[in-house]
Structures are given as structure tokens and as C-alpha cells.
């Protein structure tokens, strides 16, 4: 009997020491003090072949009205928004009862899967596109794709619901975080920005393939506002309408019920396509009840200008 035990107690050592090399090796230091993270190609080309063979499977092609989801980096509303009503000034209801509930998907928003055994389900995180120069970035919280080290193993499914990746699957070639993120994991600054490339597909823009939200930086709170993020046990997006305010000068919060895990990183939208917030910052997120993001403040435009190449 004792050496039964001997012998389980090491086979369990083993396969708990398995498990964290494969998670070791879905990591990557990257560079820790700037905050950047170059992805190998063949690495992300791998992931991408993880994904499609037999989690998701790439369906139709992109209807004739994704275009209308472009928008600008500005915070303006954007070009042939399929829901022009500025919120701001009436035509939005908070959801009643204030809990999230199943939505219909959106080519601009998706998410982030992790294949591989890193003791996440197949998708961990959601994010979105945003306008960007070259047309090639998502927005999402950086504890998505930093903790210990740069997750190596990210593919990113725009518009995902049911198994099905109607434009895509998505790579990075590079992720920005703040480096008070990479140091301490500081909430404040729970942002990630990525830029991305469809393996097989050269010279394809994901922008021009989804359409994009705006950003708007230093949003003056209390805004009307949505929250929308892909749970880790579902295969559908929810989402919540509420007033977005400030929670002390650094988080923006948002009340609503059943927003579970896997919505982190989800965009926190305002006037139908204008992000101000990714489901992260305080708690990782939120509890039962809240939700927050970190605030897009100047440290936030200024990782969106690295990321994207700008001054």
C-alpha cells in the first residue's frame, strides 16, 4: 500500500510538473522594462493551426455590410455606423433587469483563445479592433496576455459565436502593455493593445475585413455605455447597457449582473461604437455585480501611440 502511494504521489508530481512546463512554455519575457513583445512568426503561425484544427472552423465570407464599422482613431463617430443615435443625447435604455444577457455577434469584437495546456478553456479572453493607422490592432486588458511573461499562444476570432470564425483567425506580431503592468501588475493600467496578421492570408488588413470602433481617450464620466464579452463557458457574446462612471480617478465601473470570467478585456462602448474602457483594472474586472476597466487616460494614449507607430 505505501509504495502505491509512493507511486501515485510521483506520477501525480510529474503530471503537475508537466503541466507547468507546457504553461512555462506559452510564455515569453519579451522586453519586461519596455513592455513589447515581438511574437515569433512560426510560433504564431503554430497557434493558428492549434486553433482551426478542431476548435473553431472558419465559416462565410464577410457580408457586404461590415464596411459600415470603420470609424477613425479620434473619437468621432464612425463612417456608416449602422447606429448613428449619439447616446449622449437620448435613444439608449439601460438593460432591465440590470444583468448581462446573450447578444447577437459583431465582426469588431471576438475572442482570444489560448490552445494548448495553460489551464485556460479554448477562449480565456474577449477584445476589439480599433482603428489604427495600418488597420491591424485590437484593444484588450493586459492581464489577457501578461502574467509571468507575454503569452506566446494568442489567436484572436473576430465576430466568434458557435464554433465558427466567419472572418478569421487573427496573430499577433507584437503586444504593448504599460510597463506598471509588467512590474506589478498595477490595475490602473490593465490595458494591452496588439497588433495582428491572418496567417495565409499576406497583405489582408484586419480593419478592412471587420471594420473598426473608435477610441475616445480621457471620456468625461458619467457616459451611457455597454459592456460586450464572450464568457469562457458559453460560445455566444453577452452584454449589459448602464451608466459608466468614475470609481475614484483612476477606474471606470459599470453595475450589472452575471458578467463572468472570459469577458475581460471586452469593450466598454459608448454612442453605439466609440470604446472607453476593456473589462480588467480593479479585481481583475469586477465581481458578481460591477464590472471596471481601467481609465483611458494620457498612459493610454500614450501605449496606443506605441503600439501603432505614433509620436
Known sequence: ???????????????????????????????????SYLQDPERADRTAGDVLDGIVSEGEDLPADAAAFVGTESGSEASGSPDPVRWAEGGWRPSSPLRA?????????????????????DHHCSASVVHSRDGDLIATAAHCVYQDGFRTNLAFVPGYRDGKAPYGVWVPTRIDVDPRWTSGEDPDHDVAFLRLRRPGHPGERLE???????????????????????????????????????????????????????????????????????????DGGGDETTSYSSWFDDSVRGLYDRATGGS
Open 208 to 282: 478592412d475585413v471587420t471594420g473598426a470602433l473608435t477610441i475616445r481617450f480621457r471620456p468625461r464620466l458619467p457616459l451611457p455605455a455597454r459592456l460586450v464579452g464572450y464568457p469562457n463557458d458559453t460560445e455566444q457574446p453577452l452584454d449589459c447597457y448602464n451608466t459608466a462612471r468614475a470609481e475614484g480617478p483612476t477606474q471606470l465601473r459599470l453595475d450589472c449582473a452575471d458578467v463572468p470570467n472570459g469577458t475581460s478585456g471586452g469593450p466598454v462602448l459608448t454612442d453605439g461604437h466609440t470604446l472607453i474602457g476593456v473589462i480588467g483594472g480593479r
Open 101 to 121: 444577457r446573450t447578444a447577437p455577434s459583431e465582426p469588431a469584437i471576438g475572442a482570444l483563445f489560448s490552445p494548448g495546456n495553460d489551464w485556460d478553456s
Open 1 to 35: 500500500m505505501l509504495l502505491g502511494i509512493c507511486l501515485a504521489l510521483v506520477a501525480g508530481g510529474a503530471l503537475v510538473w508537466g503541466q507547468l512546463r507546457a504553461v512555462a512554455s506559452s510564455r515569453a519575457d519579451g522586453d519586461p522594462e519596455r513592455g
